[in-house]
């Protein structure tokens, strides 16, 4: 009986002191407390706006032909060249006029410069205002009347490509900001000018096309270059605005951190309602005050340092034995 009991209460101190080691094990591995910035809500602008891409194209690109076959003669206009219209572009000979020339300049100077004053050459026109953005040809080459001599563009414009879940967010007359892929660092401001009524599938998305004017066209635009566009949509002035992080869903609403009263501790969660938001701020329609003061979880990740304990998965040195 006496060993019996020696074994009970031996099993009985051994269990006391794996219990008070547990004890004192997770009392130094409490879980620390999160932590929070206080911030208060900002007045400033906020603006809604569709993102999306497109192309440098011509409103009006015109392919000018010949109305004759024949031999072109001589060039007047040089490609990027602006021109007026009713201005000359090139000068061409018939079929028949440049078959004479070749037979007259056989029989000398004098009846190859006769036949140069009676049958003039035929002028190649510019019907309207506009840029030489294509030069397809050369002196003395043959042409036909089906061949473009020269592409006329009156004016840059940006075709953006807008999804239809965005189209009917897009207005005409909606401001937007151009910028080019080939130069990131120029912004040009915009106005959206048409929208077009049929779409075209892309990637199994339907796409409406936006004509997008800008206000300047700069020497670096190019017929056919890659843009990006921002199309505004709204935009509000001195709407109450919170960082993006401080409003979060629960519970199927839309609420705030803050703290509870001075009496309690912890924190308590606010209703709001919300209206516009962009890449980093959202704006509070209903629920805060200009003065109201609003938790921000502190997100930031400190390393463990000496008193913090180790990564029992790094690789671990030999210790010098004593």
Request: hydrophobic share 40%.
């Amino acid at each position: 009986m006496v060993k019996r009991s020696k074994i009970v209460w031996g099993s009985v101190v051994a269990a006391l002191l794996v219990g008070i080691g547990i004890i004192f094990l997770f009392r130094g591995k409490s879980t620390p407390a999160q932590k929070f910035d206080e911030i208060r809500p900002a007045r400033g602008t906020i603006s809604s706006s569709v993102s999306t891409t497109g192309a440098v194209e011509p409103k009006n690109r015109l392919k000018i032909q010949s109305s004759i076959s024949g031999r072109i003669e001589e060039i007047l206009v040089e490609e990027g060249q602006v021109v007026k219209k009713g201005a000359v572009l090139a000068l061409l000979s018939s079929t028949e006029r440049a078959a004479l020339l070749d037979a007259a300049r056989l029989q000398g100077k004098h009846e190859e410069a006769y036949w140069k004053k009676v049958y003039k050459e035929t002028a190649v026109i510019a019907p309207l205002d506009g840029q030489i953005i294509v030069r397809s040809i050369d002196p003395g080459q043959a042409v036909t009347a089906s061949d473009s001599l020269f592409v006329l563009s009156d004016h840059l414009i940006v075709k953006a490509f807008v999804d239809e879940t965005d189209i009917g967010r897009v207005k005409i007359g909606q401001k937007a900001v151009i910028g080019l892929d080939a130069y990131p660092d120029i912004r040009v401001n915009g106005v959206v000018d048409h929208i077009y009524y049929e779409s075209h599938l892309q990637n199994n998305v339907n796409i409406y096309n936006v004509d997008v004017l800008p206000e300047r066209i700069p020497d670096v635009f190019r017929s056919g270059m890659s843009a990006n566009i921002e199309i505004l949509v709204l935009e509000k002035q001195g709407a109450l605005l919170l960082p993006l992080g401080a409003v979060q869903s629960r519970n199927g609403k839309t609420v705030v951190l803050q703290k509870k009263g001075d009496k309690e501790k912890g924190v308590r969660y606010k209703a709001v309602r919300t209206g516009l938001q962009d890449g980093r701020n959202i704006e509070i329609l209903d629920g805060l005050s200009d003065s109201a003061i609003v938790l921000l979880p502190d997100t930031s990740y400190v390393l463990p340092g000496k008193k913090g304990g180790s990564n029992p998965f790094a690789p671990q040195r030999n210790k010098p034995k004593k």
